[in-house]
């Protein structure tokens, strides 16, 4: 769906009552939501936050096994053009995101978020620090339950991240290489420039996406997290993800599950090992909600 500009997915379950007529897509009116009356419980709702330039089609992959589940799922990617030159536009998006569970009645149902790559992560520190500083009133009684975070997060790297945004450009060639040494030139001067914000407004200075790591690490939720990573990931070196686990595990005491894989790719652990990965996320899922 697109709003202003904002453009989301959401996709419901088939009913459980097994009616075809109740198969899930994409909504277009809420007006036309169905809720299987029979349900005792309310369905989980799962929010995919993609990777840096992930198309629909590859996030809906997830979606489907999160809808066999029979969890509802709300798909976004943060365009790169937001993440790397306008982030502080990623609040006003968080904003919109946890808006929708109101929007569409489902305040009564268990939230999870999964959390691709550093783009993905953009979205949701943002929406982790609305939740816990209570700025909205309206999303206070949401039922958050828990995170998965696959091949996330990781350090300030300049240039593995003007890499991954000259790729996520789609641009080959020379087009490449010019996109790759502009972002390059761009990232060193918003890191000098966050050094000298972080002097005046602290180490947690939103500014850039600079300070991600440092936000998800000390991240003040302490709903439980799954990491999922690989020993071979070229874009975010999986002793990022186990410093994270092990401060957020040993020293903020919050739950901490995980799974790494030997020989998968960046963001690719699905493709590699589906059913393990499946699995994974169905025992997260049925512990927490």
Same mark, same amino acid.
């Given at each position: 769906?697109?709003?202003?500009?904002?453009? +989301?997915?959401?996709?419901?379950?088939?009913?459980?009552?097994?009616?075809?007529?109740?198969?899930?897509?994409?909504?277009?009116?809420?007006?036309?939501?169905?809720?299987?009356?029979?349900?005792?419980?309310? @369905?989980?709702?799962?929010?995919?936050?993609?990777? &840096?330039?992930?198309?629909?089609k590859y996030l809906a992959k997830y979606s489907t096994f999160y809808e066999k589940k029979g969890c509802i799922t709300i798909r976004y990617?943060?365009?790169?053009?937001?993440?790397?030159?306008?982030?502080?536009?990623?609040?006003?998006? &968080?904003?919109?995101?946890?808006? *929708? !569970?109101?929007?569409?009645?489902?305040? @009564?149902?268990?939230?999870?978020?999964?959390?691709?790559?550093?783009?993905?992560?953009? !979205?949701?520190?943002?929406?982790?620090d609305i939740l816990c500083s209570g700025e909205y009133e309206r999303f206070n009684n949401l039922q958050i339950r828990g995170c998965v975070?696959?091949?996330?997060p990781g350090k300030r790297r300049i240039t593995r991240a003007a890499y991954a945004f000259a790729l996520a450009s789609g641009k080959t060639?020379?087009?490449?290489?010019?996109?790759?040494?502009?972002?390059?030139?761009?990232?060193?001067?918003? &890191?000098?420039?966050?050094?000298?914000?972080?002097?005046?407004?602290?180490?947690?200075?939103?500014?850039?996406?600079?300070? *991600?790591?440092?936000?998800?690490?000390?991240?003040?939720?302490?709903?439980?997290? *799954?990491?999922?990573?690989?020993?071979?990931?070229?874009?975010?070196?999986?002793?990022?993800? @186990? @410093?994270?686990?092990?401060?957020?595990?040993? !020293?903020?005491?919050?739950?901490?599950?995980?799974?790494?894989?030997?020989?998968?790719?960046?963001?690719?652990? *699905?493709?590699?090992?589906?059913?393990?990965?499946? &699995?994974?996320?169905?025992?997260?899922?049925?512990? +927490?909600?």
């Amino acid at each position: 769906m697109e709003e202003d500009d904002f453009e +989301y997915d959401i996709t419901f379950p088939t009913s459980r009552n097994g009616n075809l007529d109740d198969a899930a897509g994409p909504v277009d009116d809420f007006d036309d939501l169905r809720f299987d009356e029979e349900s005792k419980e309310p @369905e989980t709702v799962v929010y995919l936050l993609g990777w &840096a330039g992930c198309k629909d089609k590859y996030l809906a992959k997830y979606s489907t096994f999160y809808e066999k589940k029979g969890c509802i799922t709300i798909r976004y990617t943060a365009p790169t053009d937001i993440t790397y030159f306008n982030p502080v536009e990623l609040r006003n998006i &968080a904003v919109k995101l946890l808006d *929708l !569970v109101p929007d569409y009645n489902l305040e @009564e149902s268990p939230v999870f978020f999964h959390v691709f790559s550093n783009n993905g992560c953009f !979205v949701y520190s943002q929406i982790s620090d609305i939740l816990c500083s209570g700025e909205y009133e309206r999303f206070n009684n949401l039922q958050i339950r828990g995170c998965v975070l696959d091949s996330a997060p990781g350090k300030r790297r300049i240039t593995r991240a003007a890499y991954a945004f000259a790729l996520a450009s789609g641009k080959t060639g020379l087009f490449l290489h010019t996109t790759y040494i502009y972002i390059l030139v761009y990232l060193f001067l918003t &890191a000098i420039k966050t050094m000298i914000c972080s002097t005046y407004y602290g180490k947690n200075y939103a500014g850039t996406p600079h300070t *991600l790591y440092g936000r998800m690490k000390d991240d003040k939720s302490r709903w439980p997290q *799954l990491f999922l990573y690989s020993k071979v990931d070229k874009v975010i070196p999986y002793t990022d993800s @186990e @410093e994270v686990m092990k401060y957020r595990s040993e !020293v903020l005491k919050v739950s901490v599950e995980s799974q790494c894989w030997d020989d998968s790719n960046h963001c690719q652990h *699905l493709v590699k090992y589906r059913e393990s990965y499946i &699995a994974n996320c169905y025992s997260f899922i049925d512990k +927490y909600r």
